[in-house]
């Protein structure tokens, strides 16, 4: 065993446990200890030369220790001013669903009764506004896969909201009307 190897195999052995009871006392989880104790560990197995060989090697290991501590609570600090503005970044443009009223309300009961690929691919392509084809390459399918699958997310979508908005649908205006139609 090389010289190195075995000093760091002493050098943990003799200071794994202290060194953990420090990382124990200084952070909230013993998850977060144990991420110390192998950054610690890791520093030392990188810069064993430097690691003193008397007993000052466990006060090396402690000053080790509490740079990582420090780096960890300022990892800390970062994640939550971060998550901070997320979660106001999310209050700002995800929309009140406790305002929904009307036909708002009835769509999304209606999307909530799909399947989750058909809600997915009704909502790429009507509210991210996506053609087909570029729906396509989001699911990872043929745009041919994608313009079936969305007629018939669409045929369901209509038979979920059912006839909620009291009328028989939209009529194109571009297109005559055909007889039965004219008598009605």
Same mark, same amino acid.
Request: cysteine-free; hydrophobic content about 40%.
């Given at each position: 065993?090389?010289?190195?190897?075995?000093?760091?195999?002493?050098?943990?052995?003799?200071?794994?446990?202290?060194?953990?009871?420090?990382?124990?006392?200084?952070?909230?989880?013993?998850?977060?200890?144990?991420?110390?104790?192998?950054?610690?560990?890791?520093?030392?197995?990188?810069?064993?030369?430097?690691?003193?060989?008397?007993?000052?090697?466990?006060?090396?290991?402690?000053? +080790?220790?509490?740079? !990582?501590? %420090?780096?960890?609570? @300022?990892?800390? /600090?970062? $994640?939550? #001013?971060?998550?901070? &503005?997320?979660?106001?970044?999310?209050?700002?443009?995800?929309?009140?669903?406790?305002?929904?009223?009307?036909?708002?309300?009835?769509?999304?009961?209606?999307?909530?009764?799909?399947?989750?690929?058909?809600?997915?691919?009704?909502?790429?392509?009507?509210?991210?506004?996506?053609?087909?084809?570029?729906?396509? +390459?989001?699911?990872? !399918?043929? %745009?041919?896969?994608? @313009?079936?699958? /969305?007629? $018939?997310? #669409?045929?369901?979508? &209509?038979?979920?909201?059912?006839?909620?908005?009291?009328?028989?649908?939209?009529?194109?205006?571009?297109?005559?009307?055909?007889?039965?139609?004219?008598?009605?």
């Amino acid at each position: 065993m090389p010289d190195h190897e075995r000093r760091f195999r002493e050098l943990f052995d003799s200071q794994f446990r202290p060194l953990l009871g420090y990382a124990l006392r200084r952070v909230g989880s013993p998850d977060d200890a144990a991420d110390v104790v192998a950054e610690s560990m890791l520093v030392a197995w990188r810069r064993i030369d430097e690691v003193p060989v008397d007993d000052s090697a466990r006060l090396w290991l402690y000053g +080790v220790a509490r740079r !990582v501590v %420090a780096n960890h609570r @300022r990892g800390e /600090l970062r $994640r939550d #001013r971060l998550a901070g &503005r997320l979660r106001q970044h999310l209050v700002e443009a995800m929309p009140d669903h406790s305002d929904l009223t009307g036909s708002t309300a009835v769509i999304q009961q209606g999307l909530d009764s799909l399947s989750d690929d058909d809600r997915d691919l009704l909502m790429l392509t009507a509210w991210d506004g996506l053609e087909p084809r570029e729906a396509a +390459v989001v699911l990872g !399918v043929p %745009a041919r896969t994608v @313009r079936t699958r /969305l007629h $018939r997310a #669409r045929t369901r979508l &209509r038979t979920a909201i059912g006839d909620a908005f009291g009328d028989s649908g939209h009529e194109r205006e571009d297109q005559p009307k055909r007889p039965a139609q004219e008598e009605q």
